[in-house]
Each structure stands twice: as C-alpha cells, then as structure tokens.
C-alpha cells in the first residue's frame, strides 16, 4: 500500500474535508490510491524545481481524468516570464480547466524573471486573462526573505 493509499483511508474516515497534494513525478500515486480517494477531492499539484510544465500539465490531465479537482500551485519566483506564466496557464486550463489555483513565492532566493513574490504575480493580468475563479495564497516561511517588521 503507498503512503497515499493509506494516507487517503484515514482521511476518508475523516468529515471528509480534506485535500492531497502530489509532486507531478509521483501523479503515479495519485492512479494507485484512485478507489480510496473520495470523488471531487481537491489535489493540489506542487510546483517543484526539478519538475518542467509538461509533468505539472499531466499531472492535472490524470487528476481530472480520476475524477478530482486539480488544484496548481503555481511558484512566482520559478516562472521565467510572462509567456512562461500564459504558456503553464493556458495548457492547465486547456487540459484540466483548473477552477482554482494556488500561488506562492517559491524557494529560489533570486527569482527567475520577472515576478518577485505572489502579489506581482496577483497584479499581473492572471486572474482576468486566464477566467481564474479562486485564488489562495501561500505566505512565506522562509526567514531570509523578510526583513524586521515582515516587510521585504
């Protein structure tokens, strides 16, 4: 039985509030665990580096074919442009029409170009240009990324 498997039986015994996350290298799991996992379960697709787009993009296609809600985390700081963000955007919605995702800064230190933190990728013509309904957003745990006072 895979973690998920397992991880997915305790939590369907729960009130049945929950969501997963998967790397898209490991959307196997997802396939694995497809009978334990309740109908419409929110699957967040984490946004790793050593992943590319094509695997984030499959792993929402397998996600939405199992019957759950692919939910994408999108990193600000890994994106290398704007046509990197529309590119990822258009092929998740093309593919799996996501309802929501989920933005966060990411772990890079420096970012890739040209959105810093989530907020510029929010100000950014996201929300309007790709029909996003919903939208959470990740603050940052890492201590050298604020400054005294949380501000950067």
């Given at each position: ?11 369907s ?8 996350e998967v ?16 109908p ?5 697709i ?9 695997q984030?993009?499959?792993a ?5 074919a199992?019957?759950?809600?692919p939910?994408p ?9 704007e ?11 093309a593919?799996a029409?996501p309802?929501?995702i989920?933005l ?7 970012p890739?170009?040209p959105?810093?933190?989530s907020l510029?990728?929010l100000?950014?013509d ?26 950067r």
């Amino acid at each position: 039985m895979s973690s998920l498997d397992s991880h997915c039986r305790s939590a369907s015994q729960s009130d049945g509030h929950y969501a997963l996350e998967v790397a898209a290298k490991d959307i196997s799991q997802v396939e694995a665990a497809k009978a334990t996992i309740p109908p419409g379960t929110p699957i967040n697709i984490a946004f790793l580096g050593n992943e590319d787009h094509a695997q984030r993009i499959k792993a929402a296609r397998v996600i939405l074919a199992g019957g759950f809600e692919p939910v994408p985390i999108i990193s600000s700081r890994r994106l290398r442009s704007e046509r990197d963000r529309d590119y990822l955007l258009d092929a998740l919605i093309a593919e799996a029409a996501p309802s929501r995702i989920i933005l966060v800064g990411g772990d890079p230190a420096v970012p890739a170009d040209p959105f810093e933190d989530s907020l510029a990728l929010l100000r950014s013509d996201l929300l309007e240009r790709h029909f996003i309904r919903q939208v959470g957003i990740v603050g940052s745990y890492r201590p050298e990324i604020w400054t005294v006072g949380g501000q950067r």
